[in-house]
């Protein structure tokens, strides 16, 4: 083990904001309105909706899932970061949540790139995969504990070469604790297990935010 890791102290988040991220004025904005309110720890934060946007233009995605939309910050990162011609659907369950995510991508001028259904997502993702819907990128990030079931649908609805990205894959910290068995980390850590051991796919597991996983289907 490399004991060179360095631990994320306030000050180096703060000189990684500072010098690793470049986030405008509407989307600090709506990271702030977010992060008022009574839930908003469960937003991406800015490197992660900076990872979703470069991943997009270096890739050269033009479909995207998001599972998960809350008050649209990773959304508005991705959407922004397609072509013209790209698509994103996403996927929630809270309209309250999505009338603020829609507001902002109104004014973002990127509302008539992303298709909002409000749905129970695994279902909605059946009824796709039935219909043979394919994604360049899927973007994970709903309820934790239906992680593994979430998993195995993705995989189904994602092209050749696609790459699934899944967050809070850390979850605080708590995979690593033994002594932490809510049903939400078991659910993480048996998502966890699955993908390293599935040679249907890549991964890499990044360490930042509260943890991310990459996979690329084969």
């Given amino acids: ?59 050269g995605v033009t479909s995207v899932l998001e599972i998960g939309v809350f008050t649209g910050y990773s959304s508005l990162c991705m959407a922004r970061a397609l072509s013209n011609d790209g698509v994103l659907m996403a996927l929630d369950n809270q309209k309250r949540f999505t009338d603020i995510a829609e507001a902002y991508w109104l004014e973002a001028g990127v509302l008539d790139k992303i298709e909002l259904r409000l749905c129970d997502a695994l279902a909605e993702i059946e009824r796709l995969r039935q219909k043979a819907a394919r994604f360049d990128m899927i973007f994970l990030d709903a309820d934790k504990e239906r992680y593994p079931d979430y998993y195995e649908a993705c995989l189904g609805l994602l092209s050749s070469g696609g790459l699934l990205i899944v967050d809070n894959v850390l979850w605080y910290g708590n995979v690593a604790k033994a002594s932490v068995t809510e049903p939400i980390t078991k659910a993480i850590r048996a998502l966890n297990k699955i993908i390293v051991e599935d040679e249907r796919v890549e991964m890499t597991m990044l360490p930042f935010s509260d943890g991310m996983t990459l996979v690329r289907k084969k």
Avoid: C
């Avoid at 309105?33 to 991406?44: D, S």
């Fill in 1 to 59: 083990m490399n004991s060179r890791h360095v631990g994320i102290t306030d000050e180096l988040q703060e000189y990684l904001y500072n010098f690793g991220v470049r986030e405008d004025q509407l989307l600090e904005r709506l990271r702030n309105e977010t992060l008022a309110m009574r839930f908003g720890h469960m937003q991406v934060s800015p490197e992660q909706g900076q990872l979703l946007a470069f991943l997009i233009k270096l890739l």
